[in-house]
T-cell receptor
Framework: DTGVSQDPRHKITKRGQNVTFRCDPI?????LYWYRQTLGQGPEFLTY????????KSRLLSDRFSAERPKGSFSTLEIQRTEQGDSAMYLC?????????????FGPGTRLTVL | AQKITQTQPGMFVQEKEAVTLDCTYD???????LFWYKQPSSGEMIFLIY??????QNATEGRYSLNFQKARKSANLVISASQLGDSAMYFC??????????????FGKGTRLSVIA
């Protein structure tokens, strides 16, 4: 059983460019979460999916951010017109179906640097 | 609103000694869960231990135990017999509305633990 994987691990981009990150959850986990972590802070929730449905979005998720999980498996997070304030670690987590404590298992993250 | 407070930005502990990392929380929901994660320099968040609000006993997982004091709203992590590999950031997190199963985690700011040989 492989863990949550994220690609790329690092991304450097220029302000104004679009970037897309991918997350592959643990197989058969039907819930998938995106978090953002800035330096010196804990992760902050962005959005989450149950299967292919996006059920909740944080107010941190501006109109420039969009997330998809088209077939209920992998997910993508796109940031359009990146700004320097978008520089952060973007973490993906997955958890199994409802029932139990819903422990979230995290991937290694994608570190974004916007120049 | 949910809130997690970790008041220790950094902690030092001698190898083989025990260390306690503090966490206090705030929620109005009677059904909640408390989680501790470890984040090494590589960046991945590693799940360590869980405590449910209705659990009668403190959670234990190997060298990790959770000192849960519900009246004080505290959920301190105790690491026994510290090892050099324990050096990392440690985050306390909470999820309320456990019955619905659909709420995200709220994290504290973390505590950086350094284990000294």
């Amino acid at each position: 059983d492989t863990g949550v994987s994220q690609d790329p691990r690092h991304k450097i981009t220029k302000r104004g460019q679009n970037v897309t990150f991918r997350c592959d959850p643990i197989s058969e986990h039907n819930r998938l979460y995106w978090y953002r972590q800035t330096l010196g802070q804990g992760p902050e929730f962005l959005t989450y999916f149950q299967n292919e449905a996006q059920l909740e979005k944080s107010r941190l998720l501006s109109d420039r951010f969009s997330a998809e999980r088209p077939k209920g498996s992998f997910s993508t997070l796109e940031i359009q017109r990146t700004e320097q304030g978008d520089s952060a670690m973007y973490l993906c987590a997955s958890s199994p179906r409802l029932g139990g404590i819903d422990t979230q298992y995290f991937g290694p993250g994608t570190r974004l640097t916007v120049l | 609103a949910q809130k997690i407070t970790q008041t220790q930005p950094g902690m030092f502990v001698q190898e083989k000694e025990a260390v306690t990392l503090d966490c206090t929380y705030d929620t109005s929901d009677p059904s909640y869960g408390l989680f501790w994660y470890k984040q090494p320099s590589s960046g991945e968040m590693i799940f360590l231990i869980y405590q449910g609000s209705y659990d009668q006993q403190n959670a234990t997982e190997g060298r990790y135990s959770l000192n849960f004091q519900k009246a004080r709203k505290s959920a301190n992590l105790v690491i026994s017999a510290s090892q050099l590999g324990d050096s990392a950031m440690y985050f306390c997190a909470m999820r309320d509305q456990m019955n619905s199963g659909n709420t995200p985690l709220v994290f504290g700011k973390g505590t950086r633990l350094s284990v000294i040989a």
